[in-house]
Nanobody, 123 residues
C-alpha cells in the first residue's frame, strides 16, 4: 500500500509563499488520486486541493482557488502544493492523502494519510 509523506511546512509572513511536498513511500502513486487537506486548531479537517495521477486533473476548494496550485512530478513520484499570497487563516496542519481512483474532496474518501506538516502564517 502507498504511504504519503509530507514535507515543506514552516513559518511564513502573510503574503508569502510555501511549497509543500508529498512523496510516495511503499509504492508509487500510479492510479491514485492525491489530496491535500488541512486542519486548524479546534476545526474540522477540510479539503484544499486534489490531483489525479493519471490524467492530472485537478480540483480546488474555494479558499485555494487562485492562490494555491497542485502539481505532480511523475519521475519523482511526488505531488506539490504551491501556496502563494498566504493569509493567517491558512495556518493549519496540512495533510497529504491518497485514494485509489479519481479525485474526491471528502476526507472519508481517502484511505492513506501522511503525518501532516505545520504551516504557520504570521500577520
Amino acid at each position: 500500500q502507498v504511504q504519503p509523506v509530507e514535507s515543506g511546512g514552516g513559518l511564513v509572513q502573510a503574503g508569502g509563499s510555501l511549497r509543500l511536498s508529498c512523496a510516495a513511500s511503499g509504492r508509487t502513486f500510479t492510479n491514485y488520486a492525491i489530496g491535500w487537506f488541512r486542519q486548524a486548531p479546534g476545526k474540522e479537517r477540510e479539503f484544499v486541493a486534489a490531483i489525479s495521477w493519471g490524467a492530472g486533473s485537478t480540483t480546488y476548494s474555494d479558499s485555494a482557488k487562485g492562490r494555491f496550485t497542485i502539481t505532480k512530478d511523475n519521475a519523482k513520484n511526488t505531488v506539490y502544493l504551491q501556496m502563494n499570497s498566504l493569509k493567517p487563516e491558512d495556518t493549519a496542519v496540512y495533510y497529504c492523502a491518497a485514494r485509489w481512483g479519481d479525485t474526491r474532496s471528502y476526507t472519508n474518501d481517502y484511505g492513506y494519510w501522511g503525518q501532516g506538516t505545520q504551516v504557520t502564517v504570521s500577520s
